[in-house]
């Protein structure tokens, strides 16, 4: 049996995870590996309402540490009801944003202390992190705009130009003290060139395992 993969996308608003995450599973799904898709805040029927409530409760004041506790309580259902199981068959998890999204939106955007993060990281997860994150960076505005193209925008996406300015700092800080696990695959790019460039992380990861 192979050893089951967690794959995490992450980025910016409109940076294009949801766009390439068929692109990556077909990928996986040639080579052979059995690939579950799925995505936070969700994945779960607990996760998914608590997606509907972070996202969509437009009316709602939400604390920085509450948001922060209620994407790790979706995050902790997800983890022991499909992360882990999906792991320990051999499977390969791809999942649309985790924790680095909780340390760029909560930390950097919010303002929360990364430490304080860390504490409840170790404790939902334990030893639990990806073994590989796609990094999709593109300039805010250039993200925005594609998001924008599309529907209403959520809670989230009504923040300023300076949240979304954060929260690429704290992604690109983090790729640079994790470079061999968070690759940095630049989304501005067609959609071509960004599937050239996921190629090649792919095959150097998949192949040196
Ligand atoms: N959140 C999440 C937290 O605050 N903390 C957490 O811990 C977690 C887990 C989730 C929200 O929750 C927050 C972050 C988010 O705000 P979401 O729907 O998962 O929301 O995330 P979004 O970033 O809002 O998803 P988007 O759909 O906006 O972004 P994507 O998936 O990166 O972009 P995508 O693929 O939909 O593409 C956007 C548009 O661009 C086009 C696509 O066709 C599409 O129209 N596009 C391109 N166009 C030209 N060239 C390319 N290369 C293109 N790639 C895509």
Redesign the pocket.
């Known amino acids: 049996m192979s050893r089951g993969l967690f794959i995490t996308l992450e ?10 995450l068929v692109f990556i599973r077909q990928w996986l799904h040639r080579e052979g590996r059995e690939v579950v898709v799925t ?3 969700g994945g779960t029927e607990l996760g998914e309402r608590a997606r509907d409530i ?2 969509h409760s437009k009316q709602l004041h939400i604390s920085p540490e509450s ?1 922060m506790l209620l ?1 790790f309580a979706a995050r902790s259902e997800h983890i022991i009801k499909v992360i882990r199981p999906a792991l320990a068959a051999g499977k390969v998890v791809l999942c ?4 680095d ?2 340390y760029a ?2 930390g950097g ?1 919010r303002g929360l202390a990364p430490e304080r993060i860390a504490v409840i990281e170790n404790w939902v997860q334990g030893e639990l992190r990806p073994d590989l994150t796609l990094l ?1 960076d593109i300039p805010v505005e250039a993200g925005r705009e ?2 924008g ?2 529907s209403e925008p ?1 809670r ?2 009504r923040e300023e130009n300076d949240f979304f300015t954060r929260i690429r700092k704290t992604y690109l800080d983090r790729a640079a003290s994790e470079p061999a696990r968070m690759r940095i695959i630049d ?1 501005s ?3 071509e060139q ?1 599937e050239r460039q996921i190629v090649a992380v792919l095959q150097e990861f998949v192949h040196g395992q």
Do not use: I
Not at 11 to 20: D, I, L, Q, R
Not at 96 to 99: A, E, G, M, S, Y
């Open positions: 980025g910016g608003e409109g940076a294009g995870k949801s766009t390439n995505r936070e805040p972070l996202l948001e994407m649309d944003r985790f924790t999204a909780t939106y909560q955007g999709f594609r998001a193209q599309r959520d989230f996406e989304a790019r067609s959609l960004v």
